[in-house]
């Protein structure tokens, strides 16, 4: 059974900072693609980050500069390391694992209040 578990989501001034980790069991995790997505209220799912089996990392326009992400492959844990948070960063935050298959967290809440 897959399953990948969000934390370290809350509430943030803006200007600050939150590190959210993403825990998975069930798969080979080395070799998956993990990726950070995000959704805000009446909003399309939206890619943020993603970071490859060789540790290549790609990053949407709007996080570049603010946001990092990385893997810990002994952990099996993925984070996305967030700094200087807006207010548009505002969203519920979900982790995604993809080699044959995709699979999602449940997702963690993100708020940033100016």
């Known amino acids: 059974q897959v399953q990948l578990v969000e934390s370290g989501g809350g509430l943030v001034q803006a200007g600050g900072s939150l590190r959210l980790s993403c825990a998975a069991s069930g798969i080979s995790f080395s070799i998956y693609t993990m990726g950070w997505y995000r959704q805000a209220p009446g909003k399309q799912r939206e890619l943020v980050a993603f970071?490859?089996?060789?540790?290549?990392?790609n990053y949407a326009d709007s996080v570049k500069g603010r946001f990092t992400i990385s893997r810990d492959n002994a952990k099996n844990t993925v984070y996305l390391q967030m700094n200087s948070l807006k207010p548009k960063d505002t969203a519920v935050y979900y982790c995604?694992?993809?080699?044959?298959?995709?699979?999602w967290g449940q997702g963690t809440q993100v708020t940033v209040s100016s």
């Open positions: 970071i490859t089996r060789g540790e290549s990392t």
């Open positions: 995604s694992a993809r080699f044959a298959s995709n699979y």
